[in-house]
């Protein structure tokens, strides 16, 4: 025992620094425990108002581009509002009209954003007293954005669809395939689509389109564009790359959805699994 | 004092703001940071550096969303740094009241030092942090090139931010 004790006494800084090694890799290998806690991420008050600075000086010199972003958003919008009213009575009987009935949509700000680490993260300028939860979908104009992960009162942080933690459900193409969108950490400008079967039709430059399997996203949601497919991968499922829809560059304002059928869903499937 | 301290907040502001979200070339990082903990004076075994060094790195971490990255990789390259330093100087040129830069090294002597801490801080970066490793001899390349380039912004900042008459007044 005191030989013991005299090794630790002998040798304490190594021991402290293997100490302070230790926290940080449970630190990286377990972000739960670190993601529980908004303290301890950039959706805490200091580092979101720091953030909320930079973000709102930056925007400022790039006031004409959001500006012409805005105008092409509204006319997109304007032109798809003309063609329901246009086809009122063929979309009043629509499923798709009644499925987006179902979401509640808040609108945010991005305020800060990674593309090039191995887990992109982004951080929106709304919180807890904003209506943000956490597991809430947030989308851009043209895709799918990312998922919240954690939420303060004021601010939120959210796994970017550049995150290997985040799987998409999704649908390829017109004929509506299963399958999975993921990101292998390599690329910011290729997604990964998981679990195709070889057997089944899919062509370069179908879209990848969200699913309603995991009632975090509306169905029809663009995500990527197939950009290659290899058949002779050595599964039983084609590879394929897919560019995202998304400019994760440059993204500014998104909107954050929430499913208020969600709960209702999930517990009915919980009760089902027993 | 107060001036360093100053220019620590500056410094780790700049980190944190503007080159935390910048990636040169799609393969540089820049820390700026580094420079406080290559310079600083040298305490054999000295906690104080140790916990100082994770602290900084814990909160980088959180501005960045990294959890415990930049605070493995500051108190892995301090560690370091305080097993290198009586390795790589002569033992009558190590003391607590200098600083250790180039003013004081010299330029060369000052770039082999600098080099290898500068080294480990960035692969610690890139192997937890940064994007999969991909293609190994391309990955070993962006870290040398990020050395090389952090290198020079040490340099840089030293001659921002100590003058070569005050070398002894950063106890």
């Known amino acids: ?274 | 004092m107060k001036n360093k301290i100053i220019s620590f907040c500056i410094v780790f502001f700049l980190q944190v703001v503007i080159f935390e979200k910048t990636y040169f070339f799609n393969s540089v990082i820049f820390s700026p940071i580094i420079f406080y903990f290559i310079i600083f004076n040298y305490f054999k075994n000295s906690f104080s550096q140790l916990t100082f060094s994770f602290i900084v790195g814990f909160l980088l971490d959180i501005f960045s969303n990294s959890p415990g990255v930049y605070s493995l990789a500051l108190s892995l390259m301090v560690f370091i740094r305080n097993f290198w330093i009586p390795f790589y100087f002569p033992f009558d040129r190590i003391s607590s009241n200098k600083l250790y830069n180039s003013y004081e090294l010299g330029i060369q002597p000052f770039l082999f030092y600098s080099l290898p801490l500068i080294f480990t801080f960035n692969s610690a970066i890139y192997i937890f942090d940064l994007s999969s490793v991909g293609f190994f001899p391309f990955f070993i390349l962006k870290i040398l090139l990020s050395t090389f380039l952090n290198f020079i912004l040490v340099l840089i900042l030293q001659f921002l931010l100590v003058s070569s008459d005050t070398k002894y007044d950063w106890n």
Do not use: C
């Open chain 1, 1 to 274: 025992m005191q030989i013991l004790i005299r090794i630790l006494a002998k040798n304490k800084y190594v021991f402290y620094f293997f100490f302070l090694v230790l926290i940080s890799f449970i630190s990286i290998f377990n972000n739960n425990l670190y993601y529980n806690s908004s303290f301890f991420n950039s959706s805490n008050y200091i580092v979101g108002s720091i953030f909320q600075i930079r973000s709102s000086i930056v925007n400022y010199f790039n006031l004409n581009k959001i500006n012409s972003d805005v105008m092409s958003e509204n006319f997109l919008l304007k032109k798809k509002l003309l063609e329901i009213n246009r086809n009122k009575h063929i979309y009043s009987d629509s499923i798709s009209i009644l499925n987006y009935d179902t979401y509640e949509i808040i609108n945010a700000g991005i305020i800060n954003n990674s593309v090039y680490k191995k887990n992109n993260y982004f951080t929106l300028d709304k919180g807890q007293e904003d209506g943000i939860k956490v597991d809430q979908g947030v989308i851009g104009f043209n895709g799918i954005i990312g998922k919240i992960h954690s939420v303060s009162s004021n601010f939120s942080v959210g796994h970017s669809l550049l995150s290997s933690k985040l799987i998409i459900p999704s649908s390829v193409g017109k004929s509506k395939i299963t399958s999975s969108v993921s990101w292998f950490g390599k690329n910011p400008e290729v997604l990964n689509v998981l679990y195709v079967p070889k057997h089944l039709n899919i062509n370069e430059g179908d879209t990848v389109y969200t699913s309603s399997f995991e009632s975090i996203f509306p169905e029809g949601i663009p995500i990527s564009v197939i950009k290659k497919i290899d058949k002779n991968s050595n599964s039983n499922f084609l590879y394929i790359e897919s560019n995202p829809i998304e400019n994760f560059y440059s993204v500014k304002n998104v909107y954050v959805v929430e499913n208020k059928m969600k709960q209702e869903q999930k517990l009915l499937e919980l009760n089902n699994e027993k």
